[in-house]
Nanobody
């Protein structure tokens, strides 16, 4: 089992910045990828950004150039730096981990609200 704890969400004005963190613990050996997903009210959960063990990143088109995903392996911590936030970025953001190419784990989510 992998436990994920997110932090850093909150209320910010449009154009502002937030930094999300996700601390992984437990059976972290074998983690192959980590990432962030988000779910806005009334919508399906969608990919925001992912990063592999090798450092390869992938971003949703809607956040490219504004968000940056980073991983600190020594601390098993994942980050999401969000700049130039827009009201449409309002959602609950979930940390995600893929272990052994098979097992998916999710955090409890952290809410981000961007006011216009």
């Amino acid at each position: 089992q992998v436990q994920l704890v997110e932090s850093g969400g909150g209320l910010v004005q449009a154009g502002g910045s937030l930094r999300l963190s996700c601390a992984a613990s437990g059976s972290i050996f074998g983690i192959t990828a980590m990432g962030w997903y988000r779910q806005a009210e009334g919508k399906q959960r969608e990919l925001v950004a992912t990063i592999t063990n090798g450092g390869t990143t992938n971003y949703a088109d809607s956040v490219k150039g504004r968000f940056t995903i980073a991983r600190e392996n020594a601390k098993s911590t994942l980050y999401l730096q969000m700049n130039s936030l827009k009201p449409e970025d309002t959602a609950v953001y979930y940390c995600w981990v893929l272990r052994s190419l098979t097992y998916n784990y999710w955090g409890q989510g952290t809410r981000v609200t961007v006011s216009s």
